[in-house]
């Protein structure tokens, strides 16, 4: 039996670093939903007890470094699965790009393994586990639209935002999370986006003051590492995006789009001096 799982995009409406805790992670605030950009996992049982990882992206490891290779190991080993897994991963999402995408494969392999194994663990059960591979894979296990607080593993369910195409553009640069969050401090953070703010546009349905209130702290840190982030964030402001945010650490920025009439002028001068541009609906 094989089973098939869908690992979406995710992107930061809003990101908020409060300080750094005693722990080493960043206290933040994040309102997080997910785009129709999806990796593909295929999962197959192997009676040899061993996992096995394949892709057709040559640029992804296939080892233990690999978090949905961790994911599986997790779950074999806190269920005593004494079985193992062929895992297929076909690529999409851009790596190291702020869109989580390893993240969404270690949870779809949560939620693929539990079903291929018929392990009966329930979501809360399966958002622990990914909390141990990663901050940003307990909200990659059941999706939507989420406030996610300490360091991005408690979360609390939130209406959706306004339906509406997204364009997602990765510069050819990969940006590491670690780093960027080394180099953020937040008391030099002149203005903090407002999550009451972004919570009231939200639960309202109101797509221009959900455009008004996005905001990502760590944007200065990577637009002043890295001026082609700011200059693909300009860019896309200029071609007519409704609303235009860096997600993550970057360098992945997106634009909010409402007329579909936009969609072929922002994604053509984008294609100009950027590759990787796709557009896409916000899954809602």
Known sequence: MKIYEKAPA??????D????????YHEVEMIMTMVDLSDRLEMEELQRDTIIISSQAGYIPL????LAFQAARLIKERYDVRKGVYIHLDKKIPV???????SSDAAAALRGL???????????ELCKLGAE?????PFCVTGGTALATGRGEILQ???NPPSCWVV?????????????????RADSVPSHPSLGGMMEAISTGSFQRVCEEMGNVLEDVTLSLYPEVAQLKESMQRLGADGVLMSGSGPTVFGLVTKESKLARIYNGLRGFCKEVYVVRMLT
């Open 157 to 159: 369910r939130i209406d």
């Open 96 to 102: 190291a790009a702020g869109l989580a995408g390893g």
């Open 10 to 15: 995710k992107i930061n409406l809003l990101l």
């Open 114 to 124: 539990n079903r291929l194994w018929k392990l009966g663990i329930p979501d809360e």
């Open 133 to 137: 591979l990663g901050s940003d894979v």
């Open 63 to 66: 080892d233990e470094k690999n």
């Open 168 to 184: 997602l553009a990765k510069p050819p640069i990969n940006v590491s999370t670690a780093d960027v969050y080394g180099r953020f």
């Open 17 to 24: 670093v409060l300080r750094k805790r005693a722990d080493g």
